[in-house]
């Protein structure tokens, strides 16, 4: 028997390692002291060269500021990841907080917000132009849209883009990716500083970069390199930069994205590499949330204001889609929830896994599709499910407004639905919770899983990888098969068969819709109040 099941991507990630500097950086130590704090702090220079000032003949002393995964979140927000439409509650965030700053850029700068679905990276380059980075890496997310609008925007951009593994026969976009950059600070006694980047490796498979465009293995490139002292700024994910840290003889500091799960570690994770010296591993969270440094020379900890001028330019910006996207398609009584959906059940996730079972044509028991035959050949209807990752922000109590919708589902991707067999959807679901592909082996599989009301499974997380999927119960389903297949990939999935239905983001406005007809709500628009039902079950050991 097969069941048919509606599917949003669920993303595979490898991570890769880094490689490659043009000369050895000698740093005899590094001591560090760092702030990590809900709002930009201030440095001020004092006069001091922007590489720091030598105090003696022995250490070379110098500040890294830095950021990742801003996700084109270029205004402040709310903590929870929604639009900032009341400051009195509270917001965090957005570029204007940190003009006048020094730091560098691990990548992600692409989707997220409707600054990018609009404007794709124009008002993004505008932005960070006039921030003044000293270098910046790529992210998987830039290539989304390909190779072409990739290099347009780094065309327009007046500040270095570097990435020692990425190489591409675009010719305009390889031209604006240098493998490194060198900073020289040949009159503190010749400490020239290196700075390599490195993008993952997986981005071919879970983005879409052109056919001329790949990606080296970091690890085999890097010992090609005579290396010995250097910065590593990379876009691996934070687990990979503790590992190249670990194996690493050569690298003082690691300045890394983040899977956007939530802060990762200490700041600085410190751990030793091969010869037992101190490798320093920072990350910063998400979205500009946090602007984070690490810093040589104790500095000051004032607030920064937002600058006048940039916040200026940012709502320039945001007036091409304030109209549209103040339209109320919902409410909500209460906050629903993104920040735990990639750790189990979630509000946003129970919410989403319903509204793609109920918009599937195939849903025989949806009231908003409209589909009163059956599926032929005795299949059923198993359900919906969405890959947590693609889950952006959080939805506020109150109105639901379709910015808040469009940063949610930013990505435009559309719904497919998919024809598997019980034991194929079985080892899906294994697939997730071993974080490994059962149909790929070897393969990666890093983002958890969100479910409609029909698919509940209980997991045990402690379980060897491939055995961890404790149950899974589809409604209706006469079976449910354990046999390993082999027929279908997670990561890059091509299916012979398989129907494109609506976007999420249109999908989760319809379905708000319908349900407010059901409803016999006053504007016809949907009132929700999610409570969490246990369709997704962990094992206690």
């Not at 927000?77 to 917001?91: A, L």
């Not at 409803?519 to 997704?536: F, H, P, V």
Request: net charge negative.
């Amino acid at each position: 028997m097969k069941s048919t099941l509606l599917l949003s991507a669920v993303l595979s990630s490898a991570l890769a390692l880094v490689a490659a500097r043009p000369e050895p950086v000698h740093v005899d130590r590094l001591v560090s002291r760092s702030y990590y704090e809900e709002e930009a702090r201030s440095r001020g220079n004092s006069g001091k060269d922007r590489f720091g000032s030598l105090k003696n003949k022995k250490n070379f002393e110098i500040s890294f500021y830095h950021v990742n995964d801003v996700h084109a979140h270029l205004d402040e927000f709310r903590p929870s990841g929604s639009s900032c439409t009341d400051p009195s509650r509270g917001c965090v965030g957005g570029y204007p907080r940190i003009k006048n700053s020094l730091f560098l850029n691990a990548g992600d700068e692409f989707q997220g917000t409707l600054f990018y679905s609009i404007y794709k990276g124009e008002a993004t380059s505008s932005i960070l132009n006039q921030l003044g980075f000293d270098a910046m890496t790529l992210g998987n997310h830039e290539f989304d849209d390909g190779d072409d609008t990739l290099a347009t925007f780094l065309s327009n951009l007046t500040f270095p883009v570097i990435s020692a593994n990425v190489h591409s026969t675009n010719r305009k976009l390889q031209r604006n990716i240098a493998p490194y950059k060198v900073f020289s600070a040949g009159k503190y006694r010749g400490f020239d500083l290196a700075i390599v980047a490195v993008t993952t490796e997986t981005t071919k498979s879970i983005s879409n970069p052109g056919e001329g465009t790949t990606f080296e293995d970091p690890v085999a490139a890097r010992h090609h390199r005579n290396v010995k002292r250097f910065v590593a700024l990379t876009h691996i994910g934070y687990s990979q930069d503790i590992a190249l840290a670990q194996e690493s003889t050569d690298i003082s500091l690691i300045i890394a994205d983040n899977t956007t799960a939530g802060a990762q570690g200490p700041y600085p994770t410190i751990v030793k590499n091969k010869k037992g010296e101190e490798v320093f591993v920072v990350t910063s969270y998400r979205w500009g949330e946090y602007l984070s440094y690490i810093d040589l020379e104790f500095d000051s900890r004032g607030r920064v204001a937002e600058d006048a001028k940039l916040k200026a330019e940012v709502q320039n910006w945001a007036k091409g889609f304030e109209p549209f996207t103040k339209q109320v398609v919902g409410h909500s009584t209460l906050l629903l929830d993104q920040a735990t959906c990639q750790l189990g059940e979630c509000t946003l996730g129970d919410l989403t896994g319903d509204v793609i079972a109920g918009m599937s044509p195939s849903n025989t028991t949806s009231p908003f599709t409209g589909n009163t035959t059956a599926p032929a050949n005795g299949e059923i209807f198993a359900g919906g499910i969405m890959n947590a990752g693609g889950i952006r922000s959080a939805i506020d109590a109150g109105d639901i407004t379709m910015r808040q919708v469009l940063e949610t589902f930013p990505f435009g991707n559309a719904l497919v639905e998919l024809k598997f067999s019980s034991s194929d959807l079985w080892n899906v679901f294994e697939s997730i919770v071993s974080k490994s592909s059962v149909f790929n082996p070897g393969t990666a599989v890093t983002s958890f899983v969100q479910v409609s009301s029909s698919i509940r499974f209980t997991y045990d997380a402690s379980g060897p990888v491939g055995s961890r999927l404790v149950s899974l119960t589809v409604a209706n389903a006469r079976q449910s098969t354990r046999t390993r297949a082999k027929t279908w990939v997670l990561a890059g999935i091509q299916p012979s068969e398989f129907v494109t239905l609506d976007t999420l983001d249109q999908a989760f406005v319809n379905y708000l819709k319908g349900l407010g007809g059901l409803q016999g709500t006053a504007d016809g628009l949907a009132n929700l109040s999610i409570e969490l039902d246990g369709r997704i079950a962990t094992v206690t050991p």
